[in-house]
Every structure is written in structure tokens, then in C-alpha cells.
């Protein structure tokens, strides 16, 4: 897996390859202090952006947002851009998974639904799926 992850930091970062949701998140490790990269898909909904963990609040990018008290930086098709990620309450993701599994389907197994799945099915799933909305850090 950490093979394929590499391939799509290089795919997702790129300019013309890159696919459209697809970005790099660019975060300092909680614990090397090393950045890391991690290929993401950005969901849009109600004009902002999301970040969604379909690996839960265990996975590492997700403790490493966290320590880094949000500061994080997104390579979109050949930039980069500072970002703050604000953590969502639970009670608020729910349209946001929808619209993540839509553009998102690898992430469709680890959340066990669909994009026509009904809201409350989302609702139920939030609490283990953390979600950052993207606001832009100044430089």
C-alpha cells in the first residue's frame, strides 16, 4: 500500500495528471517532525472544502493534522497552498461523507456505503469518519 500511496503523491501532485478531486496533503509528523505526504481527495460541498479520513481517526495523517494544530499544506495539480483544516463536529458530516463516496469511490469499502445510500446511513458512520473543512492560511 505505501507503494501505491508514493504513486499517487507523484500522480496527484502533478499538473495536467492529477485527477480532479485529487491533492497532496503535506503535514508535519507528530512525532520525526519530518512533512509527510499523503494523496487525498478534496470534496466539495456548499462551496468549501473537506478533507475526509475514510480510514477513521486512527490513521496517521488524521494524528498528525491534529498535533500540528491544523497546519497543513495541499499540492493541487502543481501547487501548493498553506491551509488551516478545521475539524468538523460529528453531527455536521453527514452531507459531507455523501459527497465524498460520490467522488471518492475507493473510499466506498472502508465507509460501507454508497452515494445513494439514505442520509441518516450517514449520519450513523460520522463519528468514526473525521472531516477537516480546507480554509486557506495566509503564507
Known amino acids: 500500500m505505501r507503494f501505491v500511496n508514493r504513486l499517487d ?10 485527477p480532479r478531486s485529487g491533492a497532496v496533503l503535506k503535514v508535519k509528523g507528530r512525532r520525526s517532525g519530518n512533512i509527510t505526504s499523503v494523496p487525498v481527495a ?9 478533507l475526509v479520513s475514510m480510514l477513521g481517526p486512527d490513521a496517521n495523517w488524521v494524528r498528525n493534522v491534529q498535533a500540528a494544530g491544523g497546519k497543513a499544506t495541499l499540492r493541487r ?6 491551509v488551516l483544516l478545521e475539524e468538523v463536529p460529528a453531527e455536521q ?3 459531507v461523507l455523501r459527497r465524498y463516496v460520490a467522488v471518492a469511490p ?16 450517514f449520519r450513523r458512520i ?5 472531516v477537516f473543512r480546507i480554509r486557506e492560511r495566509p503564507r
Open 106 to 121: 475507493g473510499a466506498r469499502p472502508h465507509l460501507g456505503l454508497g452515494p445513494t445510500a439514505p442520509l441518516p446511513e
Open 42 to 50: 478534496v470534496t466539495t460541498y456548499r462551496n468549501a472544502e473537506f
Open 126 to 130: 460520522a463519528p468514526r469518519h473525521p
Open 93 to 95: 458530516r453527514a452531507e
Open 9 to 18: 503523491v507523484l500522480l496527484y501532485g502533478a499538473r495536467r495528471l492529477s
Open 77 to 82: 495539480r502543481g501547487r501548493e497552498t498553506p
